[in-house]
């Protein structure tokens, strides 16, 4: 019945095209409730050492070749959160790299909003902090990306030195399509989130003022995801690397309303 109920509240939202599969992903504690606002996806609280997850996405049993969306298209909804949630967050299109459920790996291809808490370090994009509430794309998937592959450990090694860093990470950050900023906003409270993917960039849109225009963009085709969940992880151009589970101790949502995708 629930998922029949999110089927009929995307087919109102998205644009005419070929039928999706929506599927809802609920881990432990993770819950999807309907409500008269919109979707409500919740953590109430988990369990110490327990992964939690509430999420929704339309790329399910598909083989990465045949996720639904490509370039150039809009994405836009409304969207609040409980407050700034004590693991990761957001929406928007990916190409689901862990894949737990095949066992599958692949390396990250995203476009979208992305929040991480204060446990999580990634700062992939020069001066940007590696946490926090973003705008952000990456794909290191492209030609470009890949040949930096041998040239890793040298690289991490060049980048114990901030100087040698501003010299050398910009060049990876360009070829691997790395563009973000932060956010200042309240994310308790509504706001209008519009995307913009083209195939020669990126422009990212919050109540009506750009916050990031950019010619990086990742290559399709990518699934669309919304999630809440209570994980961090931690990895560093300068090698550090960690990952680990944060317990939530008071309830935290995230609220989506008025979704539309569409072509540009």
Request: charged share 20%.
């Amino acid at each position: 019945m629930m998922l029949a109920m999110l089927e009929d509240w995307f087919a109102a939202r998205l644009a005419p095209g070929p039928p999706r599969r929506w599927r809802r992903w609920l881990v432990d504690q993770g819950a999807l409730v309907i409500r008269e606002e919109g979707l409500r996806l919740v953590l109430p609280r988990t369990r110490p050492g327990h992964y939690s997850n509430a999420q929704i996405d339309d790329y399910v049993g598909l083989p990465r070749h045949d996720y639904p969306w490509k370039p150039p298209l809009r994405m836009q909804l409304r969207a609040r959160f409980s407050g700034q949630p004590a693991g990761t967050a957001g929406f928007g299109f990916w190409n689901h790299p862990f894949a737990p459920q095949t066992g599958i790996g692949s390396l990250p291809k995203a476009i979208w909003f992305l929040y991480t808490s204060p446990a999580t370090d990634l700062p992939i994009a020069l001066d940007v902090p590696g946490h926090g509430w973003k705008a952000a794309t990456i794909d290191t998937l492209q030609p470009r990306a890949l040949r930096w592959a041998p040239l890793a450990p040298p690289v991490v090694l060049l980048n114990q030195w901030p100087a040698l860093r501003r010299r050398v990470w910009p060049k990876v950050q360009h070829d691997l399509q790395i563009a973000e900023t932060c956010l200042d906003l309240a994310m308790s409270e509504w706001h209008d989130y519009q995307l913009e993917w083209r195939i020669d960039g990126a422009r990212f849109v919050v109540d009506g003022q750009p916050v990031l225009e950019t010619d990086r963009s990742p290559r399709g085709p990518l699934g669309f995801i919304a999630w809440v969940d209570n994980q961090y992880a931690i990895a560093t151009p300068w090698g550090r690397l960690g990952w680990g589970l944060v317990d939530v101790q008071q309830p935290q949502w995230l609220d989506i309303a008025e979704l539309r995708i569409e072509p540009l």
